[in-house]
T-cell receptor, first 115, second 113 residues
Framework: GAVVSQHPSWVICKSGTSVKIECRSL??????MFWYRQFPKQSLMLMAT?????????EQGVEKDKFLINHASLTLSTLTVTSAHPEDSSFYIC???????????FGPGTRLTVL | GDSVTQMEGPVTLSEEAFLTINCTYT??????LFWYVQYPGEGLQLLLK?????DKGSNKGFEATYRKETTSFHLEKGSVQVSDSAVYFC????????????FGSGTRLSIRP
């Protein structure tokens, strides 16, 4: 139980294009989902927290117009990197929890490479 | 604010060696403590957890004990295998952190056959 998937697992795009990453909770309803970014050989940095049906809460320093997060249902959250640039290349990981304060279950991650 | 400090890597050991990865934390109240493991190219997997003082989390031969007096949650394994090669993250969810996970910097572990 408590499986979280991400799609795609990797993506390569040209600079200036937008990329959407999906995060799905496969066997439970996730009222809260989190998006993290991980640079090579570094720890995870929380980007934003999203609750189903409401706007995401972004961490300080994260551009909300650059990283659009939508949590439209209890099993799906999307992260859209708009007008991607090479510095946006990174490993993006989502996690989901039954409710705020509960354990988070992590997806396998999406590697984004912007050329 | 809350924080986690873990020993820097990389750590390289021979197969069947004893492993300790140190982790200490700073937090108000009684946080929940976790160890996550990340295999190459993958996301994080919860390895073990402890939610109150003196609890011992264990899984796959790994153990960690929640020590409030020393604010520590060191990860140990008696006999490591090549398949244990990964990056290990110590983490906490604090009373005041609204379920946000605070991660340590990660420790890369490599096991030689």
């Amino acid at each position: 139980g408590a499986v979280v998937s991400q799609h795609p697992s990797w993506v390569i795009c040209k600079s200036g294009t937008s990329v959407k990453i999906e995060c799905r909770s496969l066997d439970f309803q996730a009222t809260t989902m989190f998006w993290y970014r991980q640079f090579p050989k570094q720890s995870l940095m929380l980007m934003a927290t999203s609750n189903e049906g409401s706007k995401a809460t972004y961490e300080q320093g994260v551009e909300k117009d650059k990283f659009l997060i939508n949590h439209a249902s209890l099993t799906l959250s999307t992260l859209t990197v708009t007008s991607a640039h090479p510095e946006d290349s990174s490993f993006y990981i989502c996690s989901a929890s039954y409710k705020l304060g509960n354990e988070q279950f992590f997806g396998p991650g999406t590697r984004l490479t912007v050329l | 604010g809350d924080s986690v400090t873990q020993m820097e890597g990389p750590v390289t050991l021979s197969e069947e060696a004893f492993l300790t990865i140190n982790c200490t934390y700073t937090a108000t109240g009684y946080p929940s403590l976790f160890w996550y493991v990340q295999y190459p190219g993958e996301g994080l997997q919860l390895l073990l957890k402890a939610t109150k003082a003196d609890d011992k989390g264990s899984n796959k031969g790994f153990e960690a004990t929640y020590r409030k007096e020393t604010t520590s949650f060191h990860l140990e394994k008696g006999s490591v295998q090549v398949s244990d090669s990964a990056v290990y993250f110590c983490a906490l969810i604090g009373y005041s952190s609204a379920s946000k996970i605070i991660f340590g910097s990660g420790t890369r572990l490599s096991i030689r056959p």
